[in-house]
């Protein structure tokens, strides 16, 4: 039987926008996400589990229907929109014409009424109906053919609603729900109903005269205060019942035809979740369905082998010479190790080759391993550096890559969320990620090898490199469209082999002083958590707990309210703080102090299991996450160790330098840019007061400070350099006044008379700022010092909130994005120096702007000249490149 599945849209996404808190969901835009994203999750769960044959999204128009011209009250009590949920329902609609699902709205109409027609229009056609809604007036659709998921705990959990659950819960048959509900009342929708009589009343005069107009026929002879009631309420009875009644023939403009499911569009999903920031959902959703399958033509064509340790060189000798070769490893990998078991290789032509590496006697292995470090011989891999991790592992270093088709769609389109080879090779070849049925309809290769697992691993293997290969050439010609090809070339694949170095050496801790740390912030957060219960007189309550923080706060101390949101009071770390700060509260000082202590243990608890056998951690980079071009760092993120505070820095205290093959180092070294947003912001601006600051080597803020408060240098107080320093960096990143006047506890009047005097001194840098947003929005992107682009559809949105995020993230991404292509740049100077030297002392760490290096005994001095030289050329500016320096035992101490 054929299943239409309805969705309550506008229902679905508030409930979600509810359930879920708005602070953990919002874009880099400042577009919170919320309700779509709950919405979306709810939906990818329901097209799973109820497969239905057509589908279909109702939404309201407006709170301008006909049941609101009868009575004017109607839905009057609920509170307005929360302005964090407005825009998310045009999210939704994207959403959904991305999964090429229609929904549909009648004007003067609500929701409900469309999904009644439609039931109606459905059961006609001997359809099966689901419906999906958070509104009880629905009830009343249910029946033998039709059932409903009613969410009772957010998005995440549902009731399914047959005939006999409704009648068990609410004692009356669905068709007699409205006229209960005309009873008893919808608080939800202000219908008072009559007071006094509860469902377990009007169920029973239901029962017993038969439906409404019987209860309403005999209502004389219904005896008590109950009867009295009802005879005096009649009239709201009566418009209740035609309020809360379903429309079932609205005119529609589709047909149950038009609801039939459709193959969702893939580019328009990876647009629109590219946009939502959607990572996990898109990762669920292509787990879950098939895209169109009329967009993939078919598979691979493979001419495949499997080879024996004598046909390994002449086969590379044949195929894999000149011509670029398709690399894909069948292996593991993680934090600077891995293995392999075989290698797929794919040539120019249809050969394909599959070379199990355990079966390898000396000649095959030699062969293979001269050909893979063989640098005249291009290869082509998907996220290199993993597989790079496991064929060093069993001494197969490699060298000669040309192109990683991941790196090069990241460049291609940097804010996309995901990079996964079956997805590209469907955008960009038209193709599915398996060989081609051969003749007879087989689909699976005849390799003659092992059992069918093993054919199946060598088939997909062989496959990917096939695709892998492939892939390279529209990629490269859309790094040649869009100007990455030498952002390619001769910055992030260089970086590959840079960065898997450094994650196979990882760097040294202290393991006694981490766990001992680990002990230290325990104890500090039984004591904050003591502090705190004692300021409260002794109660134990959970400070994790919103719910009893809301208490504790608002109730039991009376403090001044913070934010109102649905679930109460918000209790988030910037509204305590500056609750604290006009209280100076005992309690809320110690709450913020647990808080603190409880971060820092979690993250060297984090690193205690981070710590591999060699006493080291072992972090990974990852190229493709940042839209910007920095580099980011997992399992453990060791970009994240906290620096800000002393607690923080202590945690800096635990890596220290190490030793290799039984050899001690050193130091460490710490070398970082001195203000190289700043430097950036001047050579960008062209502004000759920053250039004149940075050549004359003053202190930047002190000597912009002078210029902006019209004093002599040696008068700038503190406070001034330090306003002046918040607006610096701020406007690098697209600060408001009213920002800058929350930063600095100042009213927005003096921040933007403040910033009124900057640019009235600084005029080259107000241009350059207009300049950049205007030339951004003609062209759609932005770009680095070096090319690297960011795109910003949202800067011609009609959103204006995510239209002003937009317009900042123009203004910070070519400062940003250059500064991270500088610190690359000086990472390949650097290694490529050590190299050139000869020296033992090799690269660990970079964080953002700083490197950090052990150096070996005796190289100090010829390292840390090496260093300044090669991160001070790194890139040519208007004004010099100043680079810090620090050295010690650990990396704490080697801070400058």
Known sequence: MSRLLLLDGHSLAYRAFFALPVENFSTSTGQHTNGVYGFTSMLINVLRDEAPTHVAVAFDVSRQTFRAAEYADYKATRSATPSEFQGQVALVREVLDALRIRHVQVDGFEADDVIATLTAMAEAEGMEVVICTGDRDAFQLVNDNVSLLYPVRGVSEVWRMDPKAVEEKYLVTPERYSDLAALVGETSDNLPGVPGVGPKTAAKWL?????LAGVVAHADEIKGKAGESLREHLSDVLRNRRLNHLVRDLSLDVTIADLERATWDREEVHKVFDGLEFRVLRERLFETFDAAPDEAEGGFDLDASVL????????????????????????????????????????????????????????????????????????????AKGQMHALRARGLPVAGVTMDTALAAYLVKPDQRSFDLADLVVRHLGRELRAEEQAGGQGMLDMSFGGADDQVVGQDAMVRARAVLDLSGPLGEQLEATGGTELLRDIELPLVEILAAMERTGIAVDTDALSALEADFDAKVRGAQQDAWDAIGGESI?????????????????????????????????????????????????????RDAARLRVTVEGLIKSVAEDQRIHT?????????????????NLQNVPIRTEEGRRIREVFVVGSAD??????LLSADYSQIEMRIMAHLSGDEGLIEAFRTGEDLHRFVGARVFSVAPADVTAEMRSKVKAMSYGLAYGLSAFGLSKQLTISTGEAQGLMDEYFARFGGVRDYLREVVAQARGTGYTETMLGRRRYLPDL????????????????????????????????????????????????????????VLEVAAGERADVEALVRTEMGRAIELDVPLDVSVGHGRSWHDAAH
């Open 662 to 667: 039984g050899v001690p180092f050193e130091s």
């Open 796 to 851: 011609t949105s009609s959103n204006r909130q995510r239209r002003e995020m937009a317009e900042r993230m123009a203004l910070n991404a070519p400062i940003q994005g250059s500064a991270a292509d500088i610190i690359k740049l000086a990472m390949i100077g650097v290694d490529r120096a050590l190299r050139e030297s000869g020296a033992r002392s090799r690269m660990l760490l970079q964080v953002h702007d700083e490197l």
């Open 207 to 211: 029962t017993q005269y038969g439906d």
């Open 542 to 594: 959970n400070l994790g707990s919103p719910k009893q923080l809301q208490t504790v706060l608002f109730e039991t101390l009376g403090l001044p309210k913070t934010r109102r949101t649905k679930t109460g009071y918000t209790t988030d770390a910037d509204a305590l703080t500056d609750l604290y700060a006009k209280t100076e509260h005992p309690f809320l000082e110690a709450l913020l102090r647990h």
């Open 620 to 636: 990974t980079y990852i190229q493709t996450i940042a839209a910007t071009g920095r580099l980011s760092s997992t399992d453990p």
């Open 308 to 383: 024996a340790s004598d046909e390994v060189g002449p086969w590379l000798d044949e195929h894999a010479s000149a011509e670029p070769t398709g690399v894909h490893v069948v292996g593991i990998w993680g934090r600077g190790t891995g293995d392999v078991s075989a290698v797929a290789l794919a040539s120019a032509g249809d050969a394909a080759a599959y070379i199990d590496v355990l079966e390898l006697d000396e000649t095959g292995e030699k062969a293979l391993a001269d050909w893979l470090g063989d640098a005249s011989r291009p290869k082509v891999l998907h996220d």
